[in-house]
């Protein structure tokens, strides 16, 4: 490279940098939802794009229970009820709202066949370790020894596993929430 075109690079970085870093950026709202709340679901995301100042986006996560009998943890019906709901207000107001709810995302979340039953399949407890505030292991995910894998609705998860089959949908929405 020349000097040149090493000195416009240069330019180009730092102004992309000073770009990112003066503009006001707005934030994400990660509603975690127990299957009780289900319902008020679509209202939420009414409320929240219409009142949220500077909204960026919606990520949509379960939650994740300790055995299947818990209160909260999802049945088959509630997953798809919630993809549902997801795809019904992405119609509504754009995919570009849910970034790390693409299509591909939400079929690994909530699709049966797609279940995960212990941390092995796990491609996020596989590659992240979560740690307690002493650096300590808090166990195989940041959910503990205690949550059973066939219950998470994490989104994290999903969203993983989505990236690893180069869903462009999903990595698109990935760069987005990150540099958009
Ligand atoms: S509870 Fe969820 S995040 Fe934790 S290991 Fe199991 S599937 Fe992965």
């Known amino acids: 490279m020349t000097l040149v075109k090493k000195t416009r690079f240069c330019k180009f970085i730092r102004d992309r940098l000073c770009f990112l870093a003066n503009r006001q950026r707005g934030a994400y709202v990660h509603l975690t939802l127990p299957p009780s709340s289900i319902p008020l679901f679509s209202e939420t995301v009414d409320w929240v794009v219409r009142d949220l100042k500077k909204l960026r986006g919606i990520i949509v996560s379960g939650t994740t229970a300790e055995s299947l009998q818990d209160s909260f943890a999802y049945t088959t019906c509630d997953r798809q009820k919630l993809k549902e709901l997801i795809t019904l207000k992405a119609d509504e107001y754009g995919w570009q709202l849910f970034p790390l709810n693409q ?26 370790k979560s740690l307690d505030f002493q650096g300590k292991s808090v166990g195989k995910c940041i959910f503990r020894d205690s949550a059973d894998c066939s219950t998470c609705a994490c989104n994290l998860t999903a969203l993983t596993r989505s990236v690893r089959q180069v869903d462009w949908a999903t990595i698109k929405g990935l760069i987005t929430s990150f540099y958009g």
């Open 103 to 128: 299509p591909k995302v939400n079929q690994f979340l909530f699709d049966p066949k797609h279940a995960i039953r212990e941390p092995g399949a796990c491609s996020l407890a596989k590659r992240v």
